[in-house]
């Protein structure tokens, strides 16, 4: 059972415009959601988060934008650039006996120039 | 500062052959470790995590274990792996405390032939 999803295995975005990243999930549980970034051949970093009090989270040229009714949420970036091409993770934490991480598929980005 | 370590970074085992993935953490006390196998093409699996020393719980049936001998440190086993064994492990650790995100490692290639 995936509990998060997102949907679109890749993407394709010019340099300078929005990227904009989708990730749904179907346990109306989970109130807190993370974002990881990922290159090749390395570990993902933790880019933003966003708590289900929040409909939006900003940082930088990045943006989360929650919508519970819809258990939908969305990655935002702008203006994007070449460094951001990698695979974004969207997770959620559950909490049996410690805080695991389920994770999306992942969606790999690619910012032409 | 905190630092993960896994080695070795990359890995070429016939089928048949043991495993031993090492992970160690530094600059903390009591983290939640966890391993992750991220396959071709596909998102963040979880294998097995850890909440203190000598406890194990495992996500997925299959023919790798895991151990926690101290505190800071996670290896994960195979007696004799399997072509399936292939992918990206991932080692990653966080604070037992909630909403903290999990941080990764560089990760280990391993191709089994």
């Known amino acids: 059972d995936q509990q998060v999803k997102q949907n679109s295995p890749s993407l394709s975005v010019q340099e300078g415009r929005i990227s904009i990243l989708n990730c749904d999930y179907t346990?109306?549980?989970?109130?807190?959601f993370l974002w990881y970034k990922k290159y090749p051949a390395e570990g993902p970093t933790f880019l933003i988060s966003?708590?289900?009090?929040?409909d939006k989270n900003e940082d930088g040229r990045f943006t989360v934008f929650l919508n519970k009714s819809a258990k939908h949420l969305s990655l935002h970036i702008v203006p994007s650039q070449p460094g951001d091409s990698a695979v974004y993770f969207c997770?959620?934490?559950?909490?049996?006996?410690?805080?695991?991480?389920?994770f999306g598929q992942g969606t790999r980005l690619t910012i032409n120039p | 500062s905190q630092t993960i370590h896994q080695w070795p970074a990359t890995l070429v085992q016939p089928v048949g052959s043991p495993l031993s993935l090492e992970c160690t953490v530094e600059?903390?006390?009591?983290?939640?470790l966890y391993w992750y196998r991220q396959a071709a093409g596909r998102g963040l699996q979880l294998l097995f995590y850890?909440?203190?020393?000598?406890?194990i719980s495992s996500e997925v049936p299959q023919n790798l274990s895991a151990s926690r001998p101290q505190d800071r440190q996670f290896i994960l086993s195979s007696k004799k792996l399997l072509l399936s064994d292939s992918g990206f492990y991932l080692c990653?650790?966080?604070?037992?405390?909630?909403?903290?995100?999990?941080?990764f490692g560089p990760g280990t290639r391993l191709t089994v032939l």
């Open positions: 990653a650790w966080s604070l037992g405390t909630s909403y903290n995100e999990q941080f």
């Open positions: 346990n109306s549980m989970f109130d807190y």
């Open positions: 966003i708590s289900s009090i929040k």
């Open positions: 997770a959620a934490p559950t909490f049996q006996g410690a805080q695991k991480l389920v």
């Open positions: 600059g903390t006390s009591n983290p939640n």
């Open positions: 850890s909440v203190g020393i000598g406890q």
